[in-house]
């Protein structure tokens, strides 16, 4: 069944969905709030949300969260009261907006610059003080303090990457791509496509400002284009997802310099595939269990298992997102569904993520909605 938006106008096939549950219960298995963010071209116009019941896997949609220019990557903070935007524009913006849990309706708090030109990524540190925003055409990061009422103060924190890599066309300078915090916080991991790089910078808890770590980054194989990155459940492994060659890269990572090495680099893509590489996504689910990373160029996702011990990963299955081009995809705070945003065919599709093998199986669940890039969940109150 479909559950159609468009604009601020809402148009259902039934008041809601349901699907089958997940595999565990607690917490998790609460009622949520399901963001997108979009690219604002007609009749898109900013943020939608959806009502989720994570145990019955009913969805109720809610409609135009909040207007605001191409809010292509969404961030909530730990304690699920505010949300922040980047605004993918020339002259970039970080958004912040207040959370009301009763109708989903985003209320704009501030907006500040983002230091650069197309910011495409943004993140929240474990204890909610720090926003860090990537800017992808102008290649910098910066670091945002957040006040008591959820409003983001001028950048703190800001770094200009410098440099180039192999491919003249995609490479000629940097790109910063994304803005990763690591599970204390205490680290700032910023995959960078147009350097092949995964530059680290020590989070100042108290100035929040950035200081390049030893060493200062990490290498990939030059053309891969990193792109986005996972912690895996315990911390010990990261994930970076590189866009240009499709494939992920598995880290030890030492918590202690906030520094990576390398173990081993998997094809998102099967063996013979000759069509197009654009990897975007990367997640791990909430077991820890399970590695998904897309490909827009055929529009599927790669499904991977975990092994525990040593980090590494197993090819497991490729699935169709049953869409176009899947910029984003989320699995939701029980593990049990996976959500892809399919920014060229306009829908983001609900997927059942089995718990013993990870596997995707298609809900039949499909929203609706204008150039889709990025699905998020708030818990609640």
Known sequence: MKIKTVGALILFAASCVSVLSGQDGGKAKGE???YIGTYTRPPSQGIYAWRFQAASGKLTPLGLAAETSNPTFLAVDPNQRFLYAANEDKAG????FAIDPATGQLKLLNRVPSRGSGPCHVAVDPGGKWVF?????????????VREDGTLGEATGFVQHVGSSVNAQRQSGPHAHSANVSPDGRWLLVA?????????YRVDAVKGTLSAGDPPFTKVAPGSGPRHLAFGR??????AINEMLSTVTVFRYNSAHGSLDELQTAPVTPEGYTGPKSSAEIAVDPSGKFLYGSNRGDSTIAVFRIDGDKGTLTAVERVSTQGKTPRNFAIDPSGAFLFAANQDSGNVVVFRVDPATGRLTPTGNVLEVASPVCVVFAALR
Request: charged letters at 10%; glycine letters at 8%.
């Open 133 to 145: 925003a990537a800017n992808y055409n102008s290649g910098s990061v910066a670091a945002f303090p």
């Open 192 to 200: 960078d496509l147009g350097l092949d790089q995964i530059l680290s």
């Open 32 to 34: 949520w709030l399901a």
């Open 93 to 96: 913006t970080i958004s912040a």
């Open 234 to 239: 315990d911390g010990r492994f990261a994930y």
